[in-house]
Every structure is written in structure tokens, then in C-alpha cells.
């Protein structure tokens, strides 16, 4: 994999989304995800870190900068517990919105990074 739409697409994939989940996810076009994936179009720096925290991999990685997928991961199942112990908690639902989502699970990410 060498562009960044083939590492897009490999990311994508890999967590079994489709191009209208993820435009969703992100309210953002579907078009524009095909856009990116096909190099016909190239993601602004804040989609771009949206689309990695969805994907789960580095924003350099999806650049071609290195070859690791993720400096740091977590399992899937990590993210769901913490959000879902969170939304019971507090009776509000945290995955309806894409940004809310996404900064959640860059903050569980920093937390687990941090207590490393």
C-alpha cells in the first residue's frame, strides 16, 4: 500500500465499514470517502485525523510515514465498555455523534497511553 487512498480503503475495510458508514460516522459525503479512497481527492487535515481515530491507526500511517498502523491500539471492546458504562451513568447516548465518539475515544486512548 502506497497512497494514501489504498491505506484508506485497507483501514476502512479492516474495521468492516462501508464507505456510507463511515460517511456517517462523519457526516461527510459518501462521494467524498470514494473521493479519497480513489486518490481523486485528498482529505483535510482535521477529516483525515477524524478518519484515523475511526480507523484506528495513526494519521502518519495513513500518510505513508511509517509503517505501523498504530503507535498504541486498543481493543474495540476497550472503547465499548467506557462509553457504554459512561452513557449509563449519566443517561445520555455518546454514539450518535461522530465528533463526541471521536473525542471520547482519543480520550480513553491518552488515559491508556498515559498509564502505561
Request: net charge negative; proline share 3%; hydrophobic share 30%.
Amino acid at each position: 500500500m502506497k497512497t494514501l487512498g489504498e491505506r484508506l480503503k485497507y483501514a476502512r475495510e479492516k474495521k468492516r465499514y462501508t464507505q456510507i458508514e463511515v460517511a456517517e460516522k462523519l457526516d461527510i459525503s459518501n462521494g467524498a470517502i470514494s473521493g479519497y479512497e480513489r486518490n481523486y481527492r485528498d482529505p483535510d487535515t482535521d477529516t483525515l485525523n477524524k478518519l484515523a481515530t475511526l480507523y484506528d491507526v495513526t494519521p502518519n500511517w495513513l500518510l505513508g510515514r511509517n509503517e505501523k498502523e498504530s503507535e498504541f491500539s486498543l481493543p474495540e471492546s476497550v472503547y465499548e465498555h467506557v462509553i457504554r458504562e459512561a452513557e449509563e451513568k449519566y443517561g445520555v447516548n455518546l454514539r450518535d455523534d461522530p465528533v463526541v465518539n471521536a473525542t471520547l475515544r482519543e480520550l480513553i486512548l491518552g488515559i491508556a497511553k498515559s498509564k502505561q
